[in-house]
């Protein structure tokens, strides 16, 4: 399959041309415009500081069904405990240059300035949502991403503390499970997620639960009140 170049239109090739590595086009921006059909339509932008903007659509697509969300004991024992304070959308801009700090064992970051810019204004537009862990009031851990209808775009998360990521990503799935949310795209394989019930779906399948899911209105705005710390 070729890999398409982007002009100043937003449109998208479908989703489906994307060659077998799950690259589909190269270009354009990240216009909140753009981000969102992006994500309407199964694509995401991955791309690395002085790498040009590449847009991906995997197949198969890793994604998480709220219903099977896998929460081990130990986990419920955090939980229950109540280690961590929980919170959505109080402090986006720390998280997502949290999730963009460097790591042990990894060279660089995918989420460049450019990245942080664009996402901090989908967030002042109410598509993108932060969910924090606090412990004795410090951020320890948490992630971001995107809402359109029924479904959640997951991008990153980060940790500081043993589990604080785990603690976010549960309390937000279970929050969104009872709002009747379809999907949480987690787009590529981690051992980190695969443990919570993530798995891979055909591309086509992904596709079509994405469409049936933008059915319902999205839940735009400030996401501070969804969860109680």
């Not at 590595?21 to 753009?34: K, M, N, T």
């Not at 997502?96 to 996402?119: L, N, Q």
């Not at 932060?130 to 851990?141: M, P, R």
Request: overall charge negative; proline content about 5%; some cysteine.
């Amino acid at each position: 399959m070729p890999i398409y170049s982007l002009t100043e239109e937003i449109v998208f090739p479908a989703a489906d041309l994307a060659d077998d590595s799950g690259i589909l086009a190269v270009g354009g921006d990240l216009s909140p415009a753009r981000l969102l059909l992006a994500y309407a339509s199964g694509i995401f932008p991955w791309f690395s500081d002085g790498d040009p903007l590449m847009w991906w659509s995997p197949d198969p697509r890793f994604v998480l069904f709220p219903e099977e969300v896998r929460v081990s004991r130990t986990m419920r024992q955090v939980m229950n405990r109540k280690i961590f304070d929980i919170t959505c959308d109080r402090a986006f801009i720390d998280v997502i240059r949290s999730c963009g700090a460097p790591r042990k064992g990894h060279d660089g970051t995918w989420i460049t300035g450019e990245m942080v810019e664009a996402y901090c204004e989908l967030h002042r537009l109410g598509f993108a949502h932060s969910v924090e862990t606090w412990k004795d009031g410090v951020l320890a851990g948490g992630l971001y991403g995107v809402s359109l209808g029924g479904c959640f775009f997951g991008e990153s998360m980060f940790s500081r503390e043993s589990n604080a990521s785990k603690a976010a990503f549960v309390r937000l799935v279970m929050k969104l499970r009872g709002m009747g949310f379809e999907l949480i795209d987690c787009q590529v394989h981690t051992n980190h997620l695969e443990s919570l019930g993530a798995r891979h779906i055909p591309r086509a399948d992904f596709l079509r639960i994405l469409e049936r899911s933008l059915g319902r209105p999205t839940l735009r705005g400030s996401w501070s009140g969804l969860i109680a710390p």
